[in-house]
């Protein structure tokens, strides 16, 4: 199996991405648009694909000084224990040197373990307004 890594946005087919999300249950309620722009505002980003067909994601959102957060890491079911995810996660860890790296998952623990995160003991949230309702 070929999976190549992309780091840039060029040609990225976002309603194939949004139908992908949808069909192995990883989606969030965001439109196409959203989508694409909450990859467009990361501080890094990556896209892995089986031949055309995009199979992973990866974004942080950073400050670039001292504060970064990893979202939307996933891999297709069909292509997960593969080690996609991990390369990923090394390719858009690796420009984050000095950085407090948070991430929130109640999935795939062991997995994010195993690359040295260290589960925290508290965290807070809070969604301004309504969810996925931005329009300013």
Known sequence: MNITYKRDLVDVDWEAMKATLIKDNFHNGRSTEQLKTSFANSFSTCIAYA?????????????????????????YSEYRHQG??????????????????????????????????????TGLSKVIGKWLVNDY
């Open 84 to 121: 996609i995810a991990r390369k990923m996660m090394e390719i858009i860890t690796e420009e984050l040197p000095g950085q407090h790296v948070y991430l929130f998952t109640d999935d795939s623990v062991d997995f994010y373990k195993k690359l040295g995160f260290v589960e925290q003991p």
């Open 51 to 75: 031949d055309k067909k995009i199979v992973g994601t990866a974004r942080v959102l950073s400050d670039g000084v001292c504060n970064a957060y990893i979202v939307d890491v996933w891999t």
